[in-house]
């Protein structure tokens, strides 16, 4: 019998990457999409080098989706800014949108577009972040982006579930993941490991639990979700929102 198809979008690092080794691990068949090279070599691991913030990006990608026709895709690639959004530069605001926003569309458009062609079973996963669904000072245009993303996932999955039920699409919230997510944001990794960040493989469990239980805008970590959904309301807004800021800020 042939092993299940994913297709993982930064592949590469962080996420993407661990969420392809766990894949690997359970017997899937895994196609990463990076514009870097991969040093992941498995028998069941192919690679495709491809520039999401490319212009092409939507025929490319089909092009990709089409031939595979996989079970699960995960849409993992993304970066962000963490500085004021008066101080971001043009450039880097627009390649933050291009990949955030312009790839997801170009991502969720073809996954969609698939589904209606393709009555068989298949999976869409949207990582999105708890920044996109709150107030992020510090982080705006990413805040925005990940907003998009929620925003798109819920919409689509609720036209799918009446135009194509056997397709879904799900969306995962994590906090901050001890990944290189600083370094790729242009700032330098903190001088002291902070409390309260996840751990990757905790994020990839709760990936891996989507599948089989989809849901929309889902928060890694018991207590995560548990103090945003409880806690995070008591605080004043206000207060909030200045330490969030400071937080960024800061080393």
């Not at 790839?103 to 920044?131: C, D, G, W």
């Not at 493989?201 to 207590?223: A, N, S």
Request: charged residues 20%.
């Amino acid at each position: 019998m042939k092993p299940p198809i994913a297709l993982i979008t930064g592949s590469t690092h962080g996420i993407g990457r661990a969420t392809a080794d766990a894949l690997l691990a359970q017997g899937w068949s895994v196609t990463g999409i990076d514009r870097e090279a991969s040093d992941l070599r498995h028998p069941n691991y192919q690679h495709v080098e491809l520039d999401l913030c490319s212009p092409e990006v939507d025929r490319a990608f089909a092009r990709v989706y089409q031939t595979l026709q996989p079970e699960l895709t995960v849409h993992s690639a993304g970066i962000g800014i963490m500085q004021a959004f008066w101080a971001s530069s043009r450039e880097a605001d627009q390649r933050l949108v291009a990949l955030n926003v312009g790839a997801t569309y170009a991502i969720t458009k073809v996954f969609a577009a698939e589904a209606m062609n393709r009555p068989t079973p298949q999976h869409l996963i949207l990582l999105s972040s708890l920044a996109g669904l709150s107030a992020t000072p510090g982080m705006a245009l990413y805040a925005a982006s990940k907003h998009f993303v929620s925003g798109l996932a819920k919409s689509v999955h609720a036209e799918l579930a009446v135009d194509a039920p056997w397709a879904r699409v799900s969306s995962l919230a994590p906090p901050p993941v001890r990944t290189q997510f600083r370094q790729h944001s242009g700032r330098a990794a903190r001088s002291k490991r902070i409390r309260g960040v996840l751990e990757v493989d905790v994020v990839v469990r709760e990936l891996l639990l989507l599948h089989r239980r989809p849901q929309l805008d889902r928060i890694p970590g018991r207590l995560h979700r548990w103090i945003f959904t409880y806690i995070r309301p008591l605080i004043p807004s206000r207060m909030l929102l200045r330490r969030v800021y400071l937080s960024a800020k800061s080393d």
